[in-house]
């Protein structure tokens, strides 16, 4: 089955403690994305990547950090979180960049006190 | 001005007529636009993408598209209580690898 695999899909963390979410997926997708989801802000893009060691920041990157070392796996890193961190994230992948309808995963809801 | 603008919920509508929705972009050079419907609780799932101006039709959905008003809207007929979600427009910006999502539009489908 064609799917974007994130995990943990929830986390209830501390200030200050790394943290990795990570996002796989098995279409062969050459584009993967994060976003943020907070209440009436919508889905706000924190960093992309169109191929393996190509990532660029999207509109919310600040305290946030990604690798893409493998075309399938596409890991969020939180170095030192903290709480207006506290959101719903999607990792998302499409065949080929923005343009092309994306593929979500399931969420990950994180929690920092 | 957000990049992408979608007309301020909620929508409600009886079962049976038609829910329009309204999305404004700024990126001029916006090539994609794509409607996502969000279920509580769940993941983005794609309704309908649309690249050229004019209407785009699938099933109960139609989608239209206006460039030079900088204008996307998603048409549902025959609304049913289970359309009610949230919809969210995005555009597909100049910026390589840009994607900008409106805030959303909670619809709800009352019998």
């Known amino acids: 089955e064609a799917q974007v695999t994130q995990n943990p899909r929830y986390l209830i963390t501390v200030t200050g403690k790394k943290l990795t979410v990570t996002c796989s997926q098995n279409?062969?997708?050459?584009?993967m994305s994060w976003y943020r989801q907070d209440p009436g802000l919508g889905l706000r893009q924190i960093y992309y990547?169109?191929?393996?060691?190509?990532?660029d920041k999207g509109d919310v990157p600040e305290g946030y950090k990604v690798s893409r070392k493998e075309k399938r796996n596409f890991p969020l890193i939180l170095e030192s979180p903290s709480p207006n961190q506290t959101s719903l994230y999607f990792c998302?992948?499409?065949?080929?960049?923005?343009?092309?309808?994306?593929?979500f995963g399931d969420g990950t809801r994180l929690s920092i006190l | 001005q957000k990049e992408v603008e979608q007309n301020s919920g909620p929508l409600s509508v009886p079962e049976g007529a038609i829910a329009s929705l309204n999305c404004t972009y700024s990126?001029?050079?916006?090539?994609?636009f794509f409607w996502y419907r969000q279920y509580s609780g769940k993941s983005p799932e794609l309704i309908m993408s649309?690249?050229?101006?004019g209407d785009k039709e699938d099933g109960r959905f139609t989608a239209q598209l206006n460039k030079a008003s900088q204008y996307v809207s998603l048409l549902i007929r025959d609304s049913q209580p289970s359309d009610s979600a949230t919809y969210l427009c995005?555009?597909?910006?100049?910026?390589?690898?840009?994607?900008?999502f409106g805030q959303g539009t909670i619809l709800t489908v009352h019998p």
């Open positions: 649309i690249y050229s101006n």
């Open positions: 990547s169109m191929n393996v060691e190509v990532t």
């Open positions: 279409m062969n997708h050459e584009y």
């Open positions: 990126d001029r050079g916006s090539q994609s």
């Open positions: 995005a555009a597909g910006g100049t910026s390589y690898g840009k994607l900008t």
């Open positions: 998302a992948s499409s065949f080929r960049d923005h343009n092309q309808p994306q593929h």
